[in-house]
């Protein structure tokens, strides 16, 4: 840093700009958005200080429960606000919306206001918890427009760090507050609000002036630096569920997560860095090597007016269909489609009952993994223990995912539908596992494989819909893609899984086992869920069966180059190549022609 500062003041204020403006500074910024993103993870711990200052029945908090998942799955709408205004605006709509909605929940439970009733109680949790509709939409949808060859380790990595927000924001308020569920209710309200209007400006779709050749090793970069921190939290949590720890661990645990949350911006700054020095170097000595490309020859043709005929041939023919033939006139895979030609297409007929089926599934599972530790006569702290971890697993699922099918396709050209299809297959084996638990540990073996599952899922479904339909509408689509999951969880869940349950338990209660009455009653034994799971099983085999379905359609597409129209940046005649600790950097000079005689001369050298 000292050679960045050796222009003095000037110099080292112009590196801060550089660095703010920065793409790498945007990735840093959106990873801290998301990180706000866990409001609904943590329903469990802040709805004790509603049910404890309103007095809520099951009933109401039941009801508050539902539509803390309605506004968190109903993103349509925040997709659709964002194709028509900038991002720093749907950041800003976010920002307020969270505010606003647990500001006023926490002004109720600690009787700051009059006591709401349970529909205006349940209208703010909505508005709140739609609120990560628009900070997520805004910081995904910008770093895939950032960084289109790299989509999948970068919805990975965003979508990671949701994962592991709730953890991070009940961190953060034991280290700030303690055990003041009323205060955890006002940080949910007022910390990523202020994140997102602090980074508003700086996260923005930016055109890249030359091809980083080094992106995908700094986006691992990014990666271990989120595996630190998932290890860290997994430990903390851990522990404090099996020990006693003072007010000052959990400071000092605080603090120690807002280090391993700011430290990404060592790697911005190294990045920015380094190509400060390289644009040094540049204009004080010529080029270290000369890159030089023989043009393409283009495609002879009898007459030289034949593309222009047929181009407004196609022209005329467009603007002759009517708007609803268009719908079903869809572009080749990968273009950009429309809106309603991307939901009409077989394509995202497919994805939604992978959606459905697979999402579905897995949601239902997690939500029943209490119950089924208590079916199971596990310890409560275990039980407690085995459901941090599926957050944890879940992490892990959603940055492999992202890393590891970008390597396939790259290499081999795997289609990630495929990919898809192997953790679906995987998960049914953990499935199979809680209903015919005759293993020991298959209930943290069955943890692992869904959470594992549940997050890889969520990182394929949101890639391939951006490979498929192409990015101009990704911002609706993309919230189209988890549409599915919340239908599939209902369906399952509350009209399968819980109605299967309560006749097992019924069958207990007449042999004299558990409750006697609707609310006592309970399950005992590996019978509970036998039947439910296993047709849950079947459901993720068939989500499974359909991916491979749409790998078969696809296959081609993924077989070509489907990246072809982001890689502007071919090297070409006078572009030169740049090598700085091992990695290299290609810099473009724009209308530079090299000579026969400057490229021999650059060979001879």
């Given at each position: 840093?000292?050679?960045?500062?050796?222009?003095?003041?000037?110099?080292?204020?112009?590196?801060?700009?550089?660095?703010?403006?920065?793409?790498?500074?945007?990735?840093?910024?959106?990873?801290?958005?998301?990180?706000?993103?866990?409001?609904?993870?943590?329903?469990?711990?802040?709805?004790?200080?509603?049910?404890?200052?309103?007095?809520?029945?099951?009933?109401?908090?039941?009801?508050?429960?539902?539509?803390?998942?309605?506004?968190?799955?109903?993103?349509?709408?925040?997709?659709?606000?964002?194709?028509?205004?900038?991002?720093?605006?749907?950041?800003?709509?976010?920002?307020?919306?969270?505010?606003?909605?647990?500001?006023?929940?926490?002004?109720?439970?600690?009787?700051?206001?009059?006591?709401?009733?349970?529909?205006?109680?349940?209208?703010?949790?909505?508005?709140?918890?739609?609120?990560?509709?628009?900070?997520?939409?805004?910081?995904v949808v910008t770093c895939v427009n950032n960084f289109p060859e790299s989509r999948g380790v970068v919805i990975g990595l965003l979508k990671g760090l949701v994962g592991l927000s709730g953890a991070i924001l009940t961190q953060l308020y034991l280290g700030i507050y303690g055990n003041d569920l009323n205060s955890l209710i006002l940080l949910t309200g007022y910390a990523p609000a202020v994140i997102a209007l602090v980074f508003m400006f700086t996260i923005r779709t930016m055109k890249s002036e030359r091809q980083k050749r080094n992106e995908l090793k700094v986006f691992l970069h990014f990666f271990y630096v989120t595996i630190l921190l998932a290890l860290f939290l997994m430990a903390v949590t851990l522990l404090r569920k099996y020990m006693n720890f003072p007010q000052a661990f959990n400071t000092q645990s605080a603090l120690m997560?807002?280090?391993?949350?700011?430290?990404?911006?060592?790697?911005?700054?190294?990045?920015?860095?380094?190509?400060?020095?390289?644009?040094?170097?540049?204009?004080?000595?010529?080029?270290?090597?000369?890159?030089?490309?023989?043009?393409?020859?283009?495609?002879?043709?009898?007459?030289?007016?034949?593309?222009?005929?047929?181009?407004?041939?196609?022209?005329?023919?467009?603007?002759?269909?009517?708007?609803?033939?268009?719908?079903?006139?869809?572009?080749?895979?990968?273009?950009?489609?429309?809106?309603?030609?991307?939901?009409?297409?077989?394509?995202?007929?497919?994805?939604?009952?992978?959606?459905?089926?697979?999402?579905?599934?897995?949601?239902?599972?997690?939500?029943?993994?209490?119950?089924?530790?208590?079916?199971?006569?596990?310890?409560?702290?275990?039980?407690?223990?085995?459901?941090?971890?599926?957050?944890?697993?879940?992490?892990?699922?959603?940055?492999?995912?992202?890393?590891?099918?970008?390597?396939?396709?790259?290499?081999?050209?795997?289609?990630?539908?495929?990919?898809?299809?192997?953790?679906?297959?995987?998960?049914?084996?953990?499935?199979?596992?809680?209903?015919?638990?005759?293993?020991?540990?298959?209930?943290?073996?069955?943890?692992?494989?869904?959470?594992?599952?549940?997050?890889?899922?969520?990182?394929?479904?949101?890639?391939?819909?951006?490979?498929?339909?192409?990015?101009?509408?990704?911002?609706?689509?993309?919230?189209?893609?988890?549409?599915?999951?919340?239908?599939?969880?209902?369906?399952?869940?509350?009209?399968?899984?819980?109605?299967?349950?309560?006749?097992?338990?019924?069958?207990?209660?007449?042999?004299?086992?558990?409750?006697?009455?609707?609310?006592?009653?309970?399950?005992?034994?590996?019978?509970?869920?036998?039947?439910?799971?296993?047709?849950?099983?079947?459901?993720?085999?068939?989500?499974?069966?359909?991916?491979?379905?749409?790998?078969?359609?696809?296959?081609?597409?993924?077989?070509?180059?489907?990246?072809?129209?982001?890689?502007?940046?071919?090297?070409?005649?006078?572009?030169?190549?740049?090598?700085?600790?091992?990695?290299?950097?290609?810099?473009?000079?724009?209308?530079?022609?090299?000579?026969?005689?400057?490229?021999?001369?650059?060979?001879?050298?």
């Amino acid at each position: 840093m000292s050679s960045t500062a050796g222009n003095g003041v000037g110099g080292l204020f112009a590196f801060v700009v550089q660095v703010v403006r920065s793409q790498w500074f945007t990735v840093f910024a959106c990873l801290l958005v998301m990180t706000g993103g866990g409001a609904t993870y943590i329903f469990r711990l802040y709805s004790k200080a509603m049910v404890d200052a309103l007095d809520y029945n099951d009933a109401a908090i039941n009801l508050v429960g539902f539509y803390k998942d309605v506004g968190a799955n109903v993103a349509i709408f925040a997709g659709l606000i964002a194709e028509v205004i900038p991002t720093w605006l749907v950041l800003f709509i976010g920002a307020a919306m969270n505010f606003g909605g647990y500001f006023m929940i926490w002004l109720a439970v600690t009787g700051k206001i009059s006591k709401p009733a349970v529909w205006q109680m349940c209208l703010y949790i909505a508005i709140g918890t739609d609120s990560q509709n628009f900070t997520n939409t805004a910081a995904v949808v910008t770093c895939v427009n950032n960084f289109p060859e790299s989509r999948g380790v970068v919805i990975g990595l965003l979508k990671g760090l949701v994962g592991l927000s709730g953890a991070i924001l009940t961190q953060l308020y034991l280290g700030i507050y303690g055990n003041d569920l009323n205060s955890l209710i006002l940080l949910t309200g007022y910390a990523p609000a202020v994140i997102a209007l602090v980074f508003m400006f700086t996260i923005r779709t930016m055109k890249s002036e030359r091809q980083k050749r080094n992106e995908l090793k700094v986006f691992l970069h990014f990666f271990y630096v989120t595996i630190l921190l998932a290890l860290f939290l997994m430990a903390v949590t851990l522990l404090r569920k099996y020990m006693n720890f003072p007010q000052a661990f959990n400071t000092q645990s605080a603090l120690m997560v807002v280090a391993l949350l700011l430290l990404p911006l060592y790697i911005v700054i190294r990045e920015e860095n380094i190509t400060r020095r390289l644009k040094t170097q540049n204009t004080n000595q010529p080029p270290t090597e000369i890159i030089t490309e023989k043009p393409q020859e283009l495609p002879h043709y009898n007459s030289s007016s034949s593309n222009d005929q047929q181009d407004q041939q196609k022209i005329n023919n467009v603007e002759g269909t009517s708007f609803f033939a268009n719908i079903f006139n869809k572009p080749k895979r990968g273009e950009d489609y429309t809106i309603l030609q991307a939901i009409l297409s077989v394509d995202m007929l497919y994805i939604f009952i992978m959606s459905v089926c697979g999402l579905g599934s897995h949601l239902t599972i997690i939500d029943n993994f209490k119950p089924i530790g208590e079916a199971l006569n596990l310890q409560d702290r275990t039980i407690s223990s085995v459901m941090t971890m599926v957050s944890i697993w879940n992490y892990f699922g959603r940055v492999y995912a992202g890393f590891v099918s970008e390597l396939l396709l790259q290499k081999w050209k795997t289609a990630r539908p495929n990919m898809m299809a192997s953790v679906l297959f995987m998960s049914c084996i953990g499935i199979l596992l809680i209903a015919f638990p005759v293993i020991p540990g298959s209930y943290y073996v069955s943890s692992l494989l869904i959470g594992f599952s549940y997050g890889a899922q969520v990182t394929l479904i949101f890639t391939i819909i951006s490979e498929l339909f192409g990015l101009k509408h990704y911002s609706t689509l993309f919230n189209c893609g988890q549409l599915g999951s919340p239908v599939g969880a209902y369906l399952l869940n509350s009209k399968l899984t819980k109605v299967l349950y309560e006749k097992e338990a019924f069958k207990d209660a007449a042999l004299g086992i558990g409750g006697t009455n609707a609310k006592e009653l309970s399950c005992t034994g590996d019978h509970c869920f036998r039947i439910s799971f296993s047709i849950l099983a079947c459901v993720a085999f068939f989500a499974a069966i359909m991916s491979l379905g749409l790998s078969r359609r696809t296959k081609d597409f993924y077989k070509g180059d489907i990246y072809k129209k982001f890689k502007t940046g071919k090297s070409s005649p006078g572009d030169t190549v740049k090598r700085y600790n091992g990695e290299t950097y290609l810099k473009f000079k724009k209308n530079v022609k090299a000579t026969e005689t400057q490229t021999e001369t650059a060979q001879d050298s």
